[in-house]
């Protein structure tokens, strides 16, 4: 089987303006709410990676009629919230957690049976997060040992309206809830110890549901209707993370990164690395529709290592490996604590950043919920990402100032929240190149 890798070598700088493609989390609810909703909904902006693809395959399967007249736009025809009809086979979810977090909600409300599936790495990740809260709805899903996928959702169950309290801050178990909750008799509210990202609530709203926040509570009432319209998806934050950090770690670097997403319960990245000196300023800001968008400039700058503070973790969740680059090029100590949900992500990512930092002679030390690093200078190497995009994007930022080249193994799910990663930054100026090695 071919191995897709990147190999990055040291020096330039990363300039220019540049358009991260759209954000995936909200990418994926736009073709969801746009499927159960009544009429029309235009997506633009659409991330076309293989995680929101796989959404949208799934609500074909369901027969939906979307049609995607560019790789960024989305013309979904509305079923209503009664319309999905039964898919002929198990949905493949791929390597896609939210995929199959929110529409394990969504299909716990349906008439018919439904099975999901996923990749390896998806197929190994705890969905009794989700479970446990539907079954407490009244709906009846099997799952694998441990609670992991495949998930068999029984159609036909009536759900009842719960106060579900989260253990964990989890933006994917808050919103299958919801989802279930918009089928369930009476009103449905989730607590969350901590803010997690409120794409749902917010694009709910859009849809013309009534969903009540109030501090650390979320609420909504079933059986009502959504309706379809217009959504324009903000780049991904998630995605410029990278080349906010590449830019602040590249000599001489100064780069505009335009229509960013930066939703609060999203941007902790921007309060991390501020605190770590980074040089980054935000202008334009506006709205798409419900969702705040900025272009962000960011120049080099001297980082520092910092003890990130517990409560920014959730805000900047998917952020952490490449955190952890900016940690390992920085001057003197960071410790991460309160993170132990990284080690339930596309891959471990604990685990998996450690190794690899210290394969490029950084002394970081995994602890059960997080990581003590020691900043440095990386040397070149070799990385194995373990599948995992987001390590593998998180290395092609530290191989830009190694003191040699870095080559990132197993890439090829860079493409399902960052298509054209390596020909972007290249663009702007890195030095790095994709491989497909035999
Ligand atoms: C997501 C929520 C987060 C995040 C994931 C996307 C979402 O997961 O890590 O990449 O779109 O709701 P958790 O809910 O497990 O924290």
């Given at each position: 089987?071919?191995e897709?890798?990147?190999v990055?070598?040291?020096g ?10 759209g954000?995936?989390?909200?990418s994926h609810?736009?073709v969801m709410?746009?499927?159960i909703?009544e ?8 991330l076309d990676?293989a ?5 949208r395959d799934a609500?074909r399967?369901?027969?939906v ?9 989305l013309?979904?025809?509305?079923v209503g ?7 002929p086979a ?11 977090r929110?529409l394990?909600?969504?299909l ?8 999901l599936?996923g990749?390896?790495s998806l ?8 479970v446990?809260p539907?079954?407490g709805m009244?709906?009846?899903?099997d799952c694998?040992?441990e609670?992991r996928?495949?998930l ?7 759900l009842?309206?719960v106060?579900?309290?989260?253990p964990?801050?989890s933006?994917?178990v808050?919103s299958?809830?919801l989802?279930?909750?918009?089928y ?5 509210t ?7 990202r409120?794409h749902?609530e917010r ?9 009540h926040s ?11 209707r959504?309706?379809g319209?217009e959504?324009?998806?903000p780049g ?8 906010l ?13 335009e229509?960013v ?10 309060e991390i690395?501020r605190?770590?000196?980074?040089d980054i ?7 798409y ?5 900025a272009?962000l400039q960011v120049?080099t ?9 517990p ?8 952020e952490f490996?490449?955190i952890?680059v ?6 003197g100590q960071?410790?991460l ?10 891959s471990?990512?604990?685990a998996?950043m ?5 394969r ?5 030390e995994?602890?059960e919920?997080?990581?003590l ?6 040397q ?12 593998a994007?998180a290395?092609?930022?530290a191989?830009m ?5 870095v080559?990132?193994?197993d ?5 399902t ?5 390596v020909s ?8 790095m190149?994709?491989m497909v090695a035999?």
């Amino acid at each position: 089987m071919s191995e897709q890798r990147i190999v990055v070598s040291p020096g330039g700088r990363l300039a220019g303006r540049m358009r991260v493609p759209g954000d995936k989390s909200i990418s994926h609810r736009a073709v969801m709410l746009g499927a159960i909703a009544e009429g029309h909904t235009r997506v633009q902006g659409f991330l076309d990676g293989a995680d929101c693809l796989a959404t949208r395959d799934a609500f074909r399967a369901m027969g939906v009629t979307i049609k995607q007249p560019e790789a960024t736009t989305l013309e979904i025809e509305g079923v209503g919230m009664q319309g999905l009809q039964a898919p002929p086979a198990a949905i493949d979810l791929g390597n896609s957690g939210t995929s199959m977090r929110l529409l394990a909600g969504l299909l716990a409300g349906q008439s018919f049976d439904s099975e999901l599936v996923g990749d390896a790495s998806l197929m190994r990740r705890p969905m009794l997060r989700v479970v446990e809260p539907l079954r407490g709805m009244g709906a009846r899903i099997d799952c694998a040992q441990e609670g992991r996928a495949p998930l068999r959702i029984y159609g036909g169950a009536r759900l009842q309206a719960v106060t579900y309290e989260m253990p964990v801050a989890s933006a994917q178990v808050k919103s299958c809830v919801l989802l279930a909750g918009l089928y369930a008799d009476g009103e449905t509210t989730v607590t969350e110890p901590g803010p997690s990202r409120d794409h749902t609530e917010r694009m709910l709203r859009a849809f013309g549901c009534a969903v009540h926040s109030e501090s650390n509570r979320v609420s909504l009432r079933g059986g009502g209707r959504l309706l379809g319209g217009e959504v324009n998806v903000p780049g991904d934050l998630s995605s410029a993370a990278f080349a906010l950090i590449g830019a602040s770690l590249l000599p001489g670097s100064d780069l505009l990164i335009e229509g960013v997403g930066v939703n609060p319960t999203r941007a902790g990245i921007l309060e991390i690395l501020r605190r770590m000196g980074a040089d980054i300023s935000e202008h334009r800001r506006r709205d798409y529709g419900d969702e705040p968008v900025a272009d962000l400039q960011v120049r080099t700058a001297q980082l520092r290592g910092i003890d990130i503070p517990p409560e920014l973790v959730p805000l900047a969740i998917d952020e952490f490996p490449a955190i952890l680059v900016a940690a390992a090029c920085a001057e003197g100590q960071t410790r991460l604590r309160g993170a132990a949900e990284l080690r339930v992500k596309e891959s471990d990512r604990i685990a998996v950043m450690a190794e690899g930092l210290r394969r490029l002679g950084i002394a970081a030390e995994a602890t059960e919920d997080g990581m003590l690093i020691e900043g440095g200078r990386p040397q070149g190497g070799e990385i194995d990402s373990h599948g995992d995009h987001r390590i593998a994007m998180a290395f092609a930022m530290a191989g830009m100032v190694a003191q040699s080249p870095v080559t990132i193994h197993d890439c090829a799910n860079v493409a399902t929240s960052f298509p054209g990663f390596v020909s972007l930054m290249q663009d702007h100026g890195a030095r790095m190149e994709g491989m497909v090695a035999a």
